[in-house]
């Protein structure tokens, strides 16, 4: 388990926590790294590999369908939802992108498990991409944040 978690994560960690990880079918190679990158986070904190399942979706829009559909049938303990929407030349993107992460919010209310919003939505590919690697990889930023929120709950209800 690491040692540079925060205690009280660090302290509520539950190795077998299973969390979903949908991705959507754009822009592939980045959507890929930031997976990557969140498994990596999950496993560093000590979830067991076979707990951290990935989703496969069209489209960031599908992010919270299914989601929902994993929520529902106590598939997961948390989701992440990674997702990129790059800004054209109407307001389609913009829509796409609310409408997404209303979606993420309201599974994470409807169900009470946390579900992260790394739907990068950005006016070019070029700025996804600096934020698919390395150590600004938002991937993992958001399994570092459902981590963080699982411990947060299991110590609330503790």
Request: proline share 4%; glycine share 8%.
């Amino acid at each position: 388990m690491r040692t540079d978690t925060p205690p009280l994560v660090r302290d509520y960690i539950n190795p077998n926590w299973k969390i979903g990880i949908v991705t959507s079918s754009f822009y592939k190679e980045e959507i890929d790294s930031l997976a990557e990158g969140a498994i990596d986070e999950l496993l560093k904190a000590g979830i067991v590999q076979l707990h951290c399942k990935r989703y496969d979706v069209p489209g960031s829009f599908e992010i919270p369908l299914i989601g929902s559909a994993l929520a529902k049938k106590g598939e997961v303990d948390a989701l992440i939802g990674l997702g990129i929407i790059v800004e054209g030349q109407t307001q389609h993107a913009r829509l796409l992108a609310e409408q997404t992460a209303r979606g993420i919010m309201d599974v994470q209310l409807q169900y009470g498990i946390p579900f992260a919003f790394e739907v990068l939505y950005v006016d070019a590919l070029t700025d996804a991409q600096n934020r698919c690697s390395g150590s600004g990889n938002k991937g993992k930023e958001a399994a570092s944040a459902v981590l963080h929120a699982l411990a947060t709950i299991e110590h609330i209800n503790s």
